[in-house]
């Protein structure tokens, strides 16, 4: 476990047991190459890598904002299952393809 001030261990966890300790959060899988890191959500830049190769990133709930409508989003896709069990929410998502016209 990690000791220090609930709010920085949320911040800044040093583990996925700490993270899960300190509130809501998913491990997503990501591959890092260089700056770029890539997931099955999406795939982004970062200034400072904290590795390289494989690994997990620890997500929580207000990482992520909705695009608002007429407003860009690299991340599409649509809920096709919800349900609450186990003391979580399991949701079933579908990805979309972006298409653009030329």
Do not use: K
């Given at each position: 476990?990690?000791?220090?001030?609930?709010?920085?261990?949320?911040?800044?966890?040093?583990?996925?047991?700490?993270?899960?300790?300190?509130?809501?959060?998913?491990?997503?899988?990501?591959?890092?190459?260089?700056?770029?890191?890539?997931?099955?959500?999406?795939?982004?830049?970062?200034?400072?890598?904290?590795?390289?190769?494989?690994?997990?990133?620890?997500?929580?709930?207000g990482?992520?904002?909705?695009?608002?409508?007429?407003?860009?989003?690299?991340?599409?896709?649509?809920?096709?299952?919800?349900?609450?069990?186990?003391g979580?929410?399991?949701?079933?998502?579908?990805?979309?393809?972006?298409?653009?016209?030329?």
């Amino acid at each position: 476990m990690q000791e220090g001030v609930p709010s920085e261990v949320y911040r800044d966890p040093h583990s996925e047991a700490a993270a899960m300790a300190t509130g809501d959060v998913s491990a997503v899988p990501v591959t890092i190459r260089g700056n770029v890191v890539e997931s099955v959500i999406g795939s982004w830049n970062v200034d400072a890598p904290p590795f390289q190769g494989s690994g997990i990133a620890l997500v929580r709930p207000g990482d992520f904002a909705l695009a608002l409508p007429g407003e860009e989003s690299d991340l599409i896709f649509s809920v096709e299952e919800a349900s609450f069990y186990e003391g979580a929410w399991h949701v079933r998502a579908c990805s979309a393809t972006r298409s653009s016209s030329a």
